[in-house]
Structures are given as structure tokens and as C-alpha cells.
Nanobody, 125 residues
Framework: VQLQAYGGGLVQAGDSLRLSCVLS????????TGWFRQVQGKEREFVAG????????EYADSLTDRFTISRDFAKNTLYLQIISLEPEDTAVYYC???????????????????WGQGTQVTVSS
């Protein structure tokens, strides 16, 4: 399975952005997906996860409701919508996928089998 993330860029505070992650290859094996982000100099952190077939989402407790994860099952595409962007959202955003239903593990990096290359989001104040 390959993941290709795109949609990042340089935006201004207050703008909205939608990141996309296209899954290809043996996508029928995918059960869980997620978005993580990594601020320069810090560890990668969980943003949101989604059970691929069920469509149920979970979000990091530390983040506000400015983030929405969704998917287009027919297009094998995972999305992350971010509204009211803040400079603190500046990071590389990664998508990830797992062959397993991560009931208690959507937020755990090591539970994912496949990762996208990341897309940079830079928010100017």
C-alpha cells in the first residue's frame, strides 16, 4: 500500500486548508487510517484517526474542533480539513494506514503499517 499526501502550503492565519492522502495498491487490506503532524524540533503527534470502512473518527484530546477527518471510499482518499489555521499549526502533516482495526490504537504511531511522505503546512501570522 502506498500513501501520497498533498494539499499543504503557505497560508495565512485564519485560513482553511484541506489535506488529501491518496491510498493505492492493496487498499482492500486497510482498516484504520490517521493523520499525524510534526512540528520542527518536536515529536510527531496524533491529530485524528478514522476507521476506514466504518467511517468513525477520533481526534486528539489536545486539539480543538478545528480539525475534521473524512474519507472518500470510492476514491481511496483520506482528508483532513483544518479551519481557522493558527501559526502553531505549522508542521509537516503525515497520513498513515493500518491493516488492523486500531480500536485502542489510532493515536499510536507504531500501530500503523504504511506512511505517506508528509506535506508541509506553514501558517503565517
Amino acid at each position: 500500500v502506498q500513501l501520497q499526501a498533498y494539499g499543504g502550503g503557505l497560508v495565512q492565519a485564519g485560513d482553511s486548508l484541506r489535506l488529501s492522502c491518496v491510498l493505492s495498491g492493496r487498499t482492500l487490506s486497510i482498516r484504520s487510517t490517521g493523520w499525524f503532524r510534526q512540528v520542527q524540533g518536536k515529536e510527531r503527534e496524533f491529530v485524528a484517526g478514522l476507521f476506514w470502512h466504518e467511517g468513525r473518527a477520533e481526534y486528539a484530546d489536545s486539539l480543538t474542533d478545528r480539525f475534521t477527518i473524512s474519507r472518500d471510499f470510492a476514491k481511496n482518499t483520506l482528508y483532513l480539513q483544518i479551519i481557522s489555521l493558527e501559526p502553531e499549526d505549522t508542521a509537516v502533516y503525515y497520513c498513515a494506514a493500518s491493516r488492523f482495526i486500531l480500536n485502542d490504537g489510532l493515536g499510536i504511531e507504531s500501530m500503523y503499517d504504511y506512511w505517506g511522505q508528509g506535506t508541509q503546512v506553514t501558517v503565517s501570522s
